[in-house]
């Protein structure tokens, strides 16, 4: 599920929600409890419609480099 941020107009407080993409947004500020105060920003670094990697995947199974190198050089000449 994406995570939106939120800023509210009244308070000025800032909140992360995670939400599917068809579900509403939140109607309520956590902060202050006002209604219809929210409105969604873009948080380039860490929020903002973000997404979260799950499970091993390609990068963590030795894409990086970390593993043996495949040229099979032994360091004999």
Same mark, same amino acid.
């Not at 929210?38 to 419609?49: A, E, H, M, Q, V």
């Given at each position: 599920?994406?995570?939106?941020?939120?800023?509210? *107009?009244? +308070? #000025? /407080?800032?909140?992360?929600?995670?939400?599917?993409?068809?579900?509403?947004? !939140? *109607?309520? +500020? #956590? /902060?202050?409890?006002?209604?219809?105060?929210?409105?969604?920003?873009?948080? !380039?670094?860490?929020?903002?419609?973000?997404?979260?990697?799950?499970?091993?995947?390609?990068?963590?199974?030795?894409?990086?480099?970390?593993?043996?190198?495949?040229?099979?050089?032994?360091?004999?000449?």
């Amino acid at each position: 599920m994406p995570i939106y941020a939120y800023k509210c *107009e009244a +308070c #000025s /407080s800032e909140l992360e929600v995670r939400h599917g993409m068809n579900e509403a947004p !939140p *109607e309520t +500020c #956590s /902060s202050c409890g006002k209604q219809n105060t929210l409105k969604r920003i873009f948080k !380039p670094s860490g929020g903002g419609g973000g997404f979260i990697l799950k499970g091993g995947g390609w990068f963590s199974q030795g894409y990086t480099g970390g593993g043996q190198s495949s040229s099979g050089n032994s360091g004999e000449y």
